[in-house]
């Protein structure tokens, strides 16, 4: 069984930064493509970010300039380098992978990291 697991969130002021990380742990598998993912109240879920097991990412338009998305192989994480933040970045965020397990290949969500910004 493979878990990701996010953390970093938490109450920032407008302009402010945060990073978010998100670990996948469990038994033998291959991290390919991994997303990030936010979720605002009475909105839909929205990708972020999105990184491929190469290197190569692409951003939602409101995010870009203002976030980086990265990820460390050897650590099997995925970050998310979020700056000069916006009262409208508020919401849950959760990654996702693209994960192989015996010649297969499964979508995994983490359980999601709240992110508020307020002063």
């Known amino acids: 069984q493979v878990q990701l697991v996010e953390s970093g969130g938490g109450l920032v002021q407008p302009g402010g930064s945060l990073r978010l990380s998100c670990a996948a742990s469990?038994?033998?598998?291959?991290?390919?493509?991994m997303r990030w993912y936010r979720q605002a109240p009475r909105k839909q879920r929205e990708l972020v970010a999105a990184?491929?097991?190469?290197?190569?990412?692409n951003y939602a338009d409101s995010v870009k300039g203002r976030f980086t998305i990265s990820r460390d192989n050897a650590k099997n994480t995925v970050y998310l380098e979020m700056n000069s933040l916006k009262p409208e970045d508020t919401a849950v965020y959760l990654c996702?992978?693209?994960?192989?397990?015996?010649?297969?290949?499964?979508?995994?969500w983490g359980q999601g990291t709240q992110v508020t910004v307020s002063s």
């Open positions: 990184i491929t097991s190469g290197g190569s990412t």
């Open positions: 469990g038994s033998t598998f291959s991290l390919n493509t």
């Open positions: 996702n992978a693209d994960i192989g397990i015996a010649g297969y290949m499964y979508l995994y």
